[in-house]
């Protein structure tokens, strides 16, 4: 049995960006991550994947790296969210970044990526 497993808009302050402000002084970005699991039918804990672990793996890949590019992140938390748990069998993940500097007034700036186990 396939379960989807969805949490959306964790937040996360980091130092990603090409600007040196962004570096130095970070900014809230908030993830989703979109799972395809396979998942037993028991009513137990460890017949699914703990999104608690996900959670915290997403805030491990985002606060402890610096990239440049949002897009290097999502690719970088999907890594870890498939490499979390063999029950993973896809991930898509989106970063948004709601301020980036783009120098214009804009409610979001987001990339997604998607991936499965066994993809390189």
Sequence with gaps: MIYKVRI??????????VLQH??????DFFIDAHLD??????DTITSTVSYAS?????VRVATTNKFDLIE??????NKAV???DLRVLRATITVHKP????????RDISVTISGARGEN
């Excluded at 959306?8 to 960006?17: I, M, P, R, W």
């Excluded at 699991?37 to 028991?42: L, M, R």
């Excluded at 301020?99 to 804009?106: F, K, L, N, W, Y």
Aim: hydrophobic share 40%; no cysteine; proline share 2%.
């Design 8 to 17: 959306d808009g964790l937040k996360v302050f980091a130092y990603h960006g």
């Design 22 to 27: 962004e570096k130095e002084q970070g900014q």
């Design 37 to 42: 699991v396979e998942a037993g039918t028991e």
């Design 54 to 58: 996900v959670a915290d793996e997403i």
């Design 72 to 77: 290097t992140l999502a690719n970088e938390v």
């Design 82 to 84: 498939l490499a979390l």
């Design 99 to 106: 301020s980036a500097p783009v120098g214009h007034e804009v």
